[in-house]
């Protein structure tokens, strides 16, 4: 893998000049915590780098929550997307998946893919819930994302991923090959902190595998308790960068809104028979970690959780996923 | 068939006739813009404009291309607007969706089939398409209930089965009323009256979620392979793409994998009779 080199100042200047050419989004620190904002010349010295997590998943730039999907008027400027987490960038896997199949692909999704260059930012450091090396998932970025870029210090490094990566970072003259082995040795000690952190603090979580076992075997009473305090509001879902479920709904001229759904909502697979294997509360909770962990993996190469612990900071109920997975793990060791 | 290759756009279809088949049941017959074709068990997704659409699988032949007829029974918001339609009204089609029944494996066998109220619409489209291959195949039995003899749709469908070579029909009510002369009872009491070649036969299944899990389970005593019944899932098939998650069943979409699976391929996914 290329390793590339520029001086932040200059970085600062060359993004600058994209901007004419690009929309820009950027991982932005404001008073609440870390999101994507538009960038503009007065903000491009705001953007953070090598920080977890933005507050908004990466599939809200593929997946808006409402689009027409009839209308045909999809093309958009070439986007960059600057700072996403690998645990985001490991989302995308199942969406491509879903929305790329070759027998039925979605184009409004296919065009902004296309349109757009993923610039992943490596994380050195963890968020409270953060657990994406539980499921193997690393905290930095070598596959998936175009390019991936992290600070130290003055420097801003480039590791090239994709072609689409290399054509870009070409475009960029001020680029030169990070010889410097000082700082790629940084950057792998870094890597080694922060993969211990996050290895000390999810010691108790049961990898991927494993959940999926528990889940399956888990009794209707764990599911009642935990499900006891969700409202059914679908914040896990909707925060979650691998939900992507959907609802058409008819508009006259035979056009079509699709719009986010949830299997949190209720009558969300009732037929119109009435059947309604979902009518519980707690099976549409518990539905939702079978899905993930269970079915979804039998079904598709990519994940379905990244571990990114968004939705444990989203619940209305406070319900934590990683607290009724370490009580599954402790009730299968007794 | 993609309309503009938009897997979402809809393809227009005139409705040209609306038969009343009981006082909840009716089959609309659609021509469609563009030739239309489809195996039988696929379905498609019928739209009312502005209103909502819904999956069905069409209960005409999959020979005919030009003319689709759909069976709609009244159960809720966008069937009730189905029913209010009249001759001349623009529907919306979306499909064919999802894997029918693999009818070239059905060669050389006898096929049993078990249907119960509206499941007969999607059956009856088998029907047309066994009847077309009827020199390849050994024998086609239908056992059909229905709740009263009044909510059995297609009656003239059983007097041609009768009269036609290899074929044979039989019914059933749940409840009978004064006129009534044939079987009572559920569909799987027509079981212990048709003469089944166990080594030769396999089955279909269609009907409401009830009699598909009480009819399989006694096909499976009667010692039918579970690979060698095929049933018609019915979920809630919202984009028919695979992609919506409405019908997830387990491991599968039944929309894009199914809606016709095997006994075998689900007997082991979660809520397969809800």
């Known amino acids: 893998m290329r390793y590339l080199s520029i001086n932040k100042e200059e970085w600062d200047v060359a993004l600058e000049r994209l901007l004419s050419s690009y929309t820009v989004f950027a991982t932005i620190s404001n008073g609440y915590g870390l999101d994507y904002e538009v960038v503009t010349a007065g903000n491009i010295r705001d953007i953070s780098y090598d920080r977890p997590k933005p507050a908004t998943p990466l599939k809200t730039f593929f997946l808006p929550v409402r689009e027409n999907v009839t209308s045909g008027k999809h093309a958009e400027r070439q986007r960059i997307i600057l700072g996403i987490p690998n645990c985001d960038i490991k989302g995308l896997g199942i969406l491509d998946e879903i929305y790329l199949d070759k027998d039925y692909t979605d184009i409004s999704y296919r065009e902004r893919r296309e349109t757009t260059l993923l610039i992943s930012s490596d994380c050195f450091d963890m968020e409270k819930n953060c657990h994406c090396s539980s499921y193997g998932i690393k905290p930095y970025s070598e596959d998936g994302a175009d390019l991936a870029v992290i600070q130290i210090d003055d420097h801003i490094i480039l590791r090239v991923i994709t072609p689409k990566g290399e054509e870009f970072s070409s475009q960029l003259t001020m680029l030169k090959p990070a010889e410097n082995g000082e700082i790629l040795n940084e950057i792998e000690k870094y890597h080694k902190a922060v993969e211990s952190l996050l290895s000390s603090a999810n010691k108790a979580l049961p990898d991927f595998e494993t959940t999926g076992k528990l889940v399956s075997a888990a009794g209707g009473k764990i599911w009642e308790k935990y499900s006891s305090h969700c409202v059914s509001c679908g914040a896990c879902t909707t925060i979650c960068p691998t939900c992507s479920c959907f609802l058409l709904i008819d508009r006259p001229g035979f056009e079509k809104i699709k719009q986010m759904d949830a299997c949190q909502y209720p009558g969300f697979e009732r037929t119109a028979g009435g059947g309604d294997s979902l009518f519980e509360l707690s099976e549409r909770f518990r539905n939702r970690y079978l899905c993930k962990y269970v079915w979804k993996s039998r079904k598709f190469r990519s994940t379905a959780c990244t571990g990114c612990g968004r939705c444990i900071e989203a619940c209305l109920g406070k319900i934590s996923k990683n607290e009724l997975f370490t009580e599954l793990t402790h009730a299968s060791q007794q | ?274």
């Open chain 2, 1 to 274: 068939m993609q309309v503009n290759n938009n897997i979402y756009a809809p393809l227009k279809a005139r409705l040209t006739e609306v038969i009343e088949e009981s006082p909840l049941i009716k089959t609309l017959v659609l021509i469609p813009e563009e030739k239309f074709s489809f195996n039988t068990g696929q379905f498609i997704e019928l739209s009312v404009d502005g209103i909502g659409e819904a999956p069905f699988t069409p209960s005409s032949s999959p020979l005919v291309s030009d003319r689709l007829e759909v069976t709609i029974m009244k159960t809720g918001y966008v069937t009730g607007y189905m029913h209010e339609l009249k001759p001349g009204a623009i529907m919306g089609i979306r499909g064919p969706y999802g894997r029918g029944y693999p009818v070239e494996s059905f060669y050389g066998k006898e096929v049993l089939i078990l249907g119960g109220g509206c499941g007969l619409a999607p059956i009856r489209s088998l029907l047309y398409a066994l009847e077309n291959i009827s020199d390849k195949l050994e024998r086609v039995v239908l056992c059909y209930g229905s709740k009263t003899p009044s909510d059995c749709i297609y009656k003239p469908l059983f007097t041609r089965l009768n009269n036609t070579p290899k074929f044979e029909a039989h019914r059933t009510v749940d409840k009978a009323d004064e006129e009534w002369g044939g079987n009572v009872g559920v569909v799987t009491t027509l079981l212990e009256k048709v003469k089944i070649n166990l080594r030769k036969s396999l089955a279909v299944v269609c009907g409401p979620p009830v009699m598909m899990k009480f009819g399989t389970l006694k096909l499976v005593e009667m010692g039918y392979p579970d690979d060698l019944i095929y049933l018609s899932m019915e979920k809630n098939m919202s984009c028919g793409l695979g992609k919506c998650g409405h019908c997830m069943m387990g491991k599968f979409f039944v929309c894009k994998d199914g809606p016709v699976f095997t006994y075998n391929e689900i007997k082991d996914q979660p809520d397969i009779w809800n």
